[in-house]
């Protein structure tokens, strides 16, 4: 199946700085790639969609502010959570579905993000 | 609201027998639907799919049925290995997959 790359895998950082994640999708070429949150024994929560090319679209409750999303290219989208807090500390997972793939959405692998 | 969900949150399964994960949904206008399996700090993996215009597919010992008029889809893994232990997620989306809904995740556990 289709890979999606996301990097890094895990990141501690100090409050109040910036934290940036990578989603690549290597093989194929996604114009539109999710970006989603999940905390401890719970669900996957939608933040946003990225569009290639055009202003993210978030989920209500996202502040667009804190977590910036950039998709300026096909393969390549970015999450930035900026002036991290402790309360940011999660597991943040991209995806994209390959075009010429179906349904089928391709998840990177994560990132644990621990804000001290 | 929460279109599609997973109303039980662990299943526990001796190896060898069969797993039945269960997926309600609300929206009759799904297109797709997804499983997808999830081990702890690792994003999750595609299982199976479903087109909403079959009841069933099947992959090696993975089967998904989908029973429209309750708007219900399970999940079906025969024999379950120990391997198979796992969080599982339905998802759901539409034809032009602008967003895809998922469960709150079933976790398995299949005892050696």
């Known amino acids: 199946g289709a890979v999606v790359s996301q990097h890094p895998s895990w990141v501690i950082c100090k409050s109040g700085t910036s934290v940036k994640i990578e989603c690549r999708s290597l093989?194929?070429?996604?114009?539109?790639m999710f970006w989603y949150r999940q905390f401890p024994k719970q669900s996957l929560m939608l933040m946003a969609t990225?569009?290639?090319?055009?202003?993210?679209?978030?989920e209500q409750g996202v502040e667009k502010d804190k977590f910036l999303i950039n998709h300026a290219s096909l393969t390549l989208s970015t999450l930035t959570v900026t002036s991290a807090h402790p309360e940011d500390s999660s597991f943040y997972i991209c995806s994209a579905r390959d075009p010429a793939g179906g349904e089928k959405l391709f998840f990177g692998s994560g990132t644990q993000l621990s804000v001290l | 609201d929460q279109q599609v969900k997973q109303n039980s949150p662990s299943l526990s399964v001796q190896e060898g027998r069969i797993s039945i994960l269960n997926c309600d949904y609300t929206?009759?206008?799904?297109?797709?639907f997804l499983w997808y399996k999830k081990y702890p700090a690792e994003g999750p993996t595609f299982l199976i799919s479903?087109?909403?215009?079959?009841d069933k597919n099947e992959d090696g010992r993975f089967t998904v049925f989908l029973n429209k008029s309750a708007k219900h889809l399970s999940l079906h893994i025969v024999p379950s290995q120990p391997g198979d232990s796992a969080v599982y997620f339905c998802a759901a989306t539409r034809y032009n997959f602008n967003k895809f809904y998922f469960g709150s995740g079933t976790k398995l556990n299949v005892k050696p």
């Open positions: 929206n009759s206008m799904f297109d797709y």
């Open positions: 479903i087109s909403s215009i079959k």
């Open positions: 093989d194929f070429q996604a114009t539109t």
């Open positions: 990225s569009n290639e090319g055009s202003k993210a679209t978030y």
